[in-house]
């Protein structure tokens, strides 16, 4: 089955200590991307990679980090985590790019900072 | 910049029309898109249109695209309780490369 797979499904972590949510797809996407999902705000993405070793800044990507070294996986890392990245968590991978080639997006991930 | 808006509750009755209707600001969008968000799920893809296009019917889904003013609407027909859930639009804009801008969500609610 084509899928987004995504883990943990749920976190709970404390203020400061590193964490990482991985995600992989089985599809051969090359566009990848993680966005987190707070009330009242929608949906806003924080990293995004066009291929293997490419990866650039969405709109809200201070605390976090990425990285893209197969086609498959691509990792969000919060070094130092603190509380107002408490949030749910997305991956979304697409064939390409353009906006021709529909996200297909993983269950999430729901970070709890303490 | 781009700004999507959706208001953010509807409720109707099973077997009426639901429509969720959305608003954005880029003028440069090339695709828009409605997803559906069941409780304690990811987004699935119900339909997307492109820029080009006033309207696409997909079984029991219309999109209707008003261009000029920049109005996104979902017509859900003979609405089921399983249609209950947050429905988002999201556009995908030249340059951007495939960044989705969210709208907040609007929270269908069927009753019965």
């Known amino acids: 089955e084509a899928q987004v797979t995504q883990n943990p499904r749920y976190l709970i972590t404390v203020t400061g200590k590193k964490l990482t949510v991985t995600c992989s797809q089985n599809?051969?996407?090359?566009?990848m991307s993680w966005y987190r999902q707070d009330p009242g705000l929608g949906l806003r993405q924080i990293y995004y990679?066009?291929?293997?070793?490419?990866?650039d800044k969405g709109d809200v990507p201070e605390g976090y980090k990425v990285s893209r070294k197969e086609k498959r996986n691509f990792p969000l890392i919060l070094e130092s985590p603190s509380p107002n990245q408490t949030s749910l968590y997305f991956c979304?991978?697409?064939?390409?790019?353009?906006?021709?080639?529909?996200?297909?997006f993983g269950s999430g991930t729901r970070l709890t900072v303490v | 910049g781009e700004d999507v808006e959706q208001s953010l509750f509807l409720s109707v009755r099973e077997g009426d029309s639901s429509v969720i209707n959305c608003t954005y600001t880029?003028?440069?969008?090339?695709?828009l898109y409605w997803y559906k968000q069941e409780p304690g799920a990811g987004l699935q893809l119900l339909t997307y249109?492109?820029?080009?296009?006033d309207m696409k019917q997909d079984q029991r889904l219309t999109v209707l695209l008003n261009k000029k003013d920049k109005h996104l609407s979902l017509r859900i027909a003979d609405t089921q309780t399983g249609d209950s859930a947050i429905y988002f639009c999201?556009?995908?804009?030249?340059?951007?490369?495939?960044?989705?801008?969210f709208g907040t969500g609007t929270q269908l609610k069927v009753e019965l």
């Open positions: 979304a991978s697409s064939l390409g790019p353009r906006g021709v080639h529909p996200h297909t």
């Open positions: 599809m051969n996407h090359e566009y």
């Open positions: 990679s066009m291929n293997v070793e490419v990866t």
């Open positions: 880029d003028s440069s969008s090339t695709y």
């Open positions: 249109i492109f820029s080009n296009m």
């Open positions: 999201a556009e995908s804009f030249t340059g951007g490369g495939n960044k989705l801008t």
